[in-house]
């Protein structure tokens, strides 16, 4: 029995043999039928967890990115505020600096105008060829003196305000009188009690003034 089977040993060994490239182990079928599955799957099949997860960051991109747009939108609009803000008490400093002798302004105002009436009052005296000096001299020294005050006023941004022959402005003048609009336009200035003063182009006193008014016949 035994030297029969060691007799179809060779035999066996001649079929599992391939000419060329040796032996052929038996399982070599199967091997290669695993292979060829591996081989052929480029893709591994995608499990469902990893579709939620993917899912879950893509809305937390999505709420992150609108995050970002809103706080930027605050951001510039706090800082289009604080521009704002920033103008605005720029604005008042330098309205601080030119308004703060306005209440200064007022009186001296006063003053000028009590200059002014002397100075009128001293060259209605003085007549030419006057033979008293001592009032020529006051009327010299007044003129000089209304006319360094008036300087100092423009240097300033005193402005003094004598709107005779102009048009009515509520702003700028007050009425005291109406007279007759004979030979000039109704609403037309034709009278100035006292002059008005600007600061800076800001009215800090509106002249007294007499408007033109229609005659009714």
């Known amino acids: 029995m035994a030297g029969r089977w060691l007799w179809a040993a060779p035999r066996t060994l001649q079929r ?116 008293k000096p001592t009032l020529k001299k006051v009327f010299e020294g007044l003129s000089l003196l209304q006319a360094k005050l008036q300087s100092v006023f423009v240097k300033h941004g005193l402005e003094k305000m004598t709107p005779l022959g102009d048009k009515y402005d509520p702003y700028d003048h007050e009425i005291v009188c109406h007279i007759p609009a004979d030979g000039v336009q109704p609403g037309t200035v034709t009278l100035v009690t006292q002059d008005g003063y600007k600061l800076h182009g800001r009215t800090i006193r509106p002249a007294q003034v007499g408007v033109a008014v229609e005659t009714q016949e």
């Open 16 to 131: 599992l043999a391939v000419p060329g490239r040796g032996w052929m182990p038996a399982f070599n079928t199967a091997a290669q039928s695993s292979a060829g599955e591996d081989c052929g799957s480029t893709h591994p099949p995608v499990e469902p967890d990893s579709l939620l997860a993917e899912e879950a960051l893509e809305h937390k991109a999505l709420r992150l990115q609108k995050e970002i747009r809103d706080l930027t939108e605050r951001y510039q609009k706090a800082l289009a505020d604080s521009e704002h803000v920033r103008r605005r008490t720029q604005k008042f400093v330098e309205d601080a600096k030119i308004f703060g002798i306005q209440s200064f302004c007022k009186d001296l105002v006063e003053i000028a105008d009590i200059l002014e009436n002397a100075t009128k009052h001293s060259s209605g005296e003085a007549e030419p060829g006057d033979q």
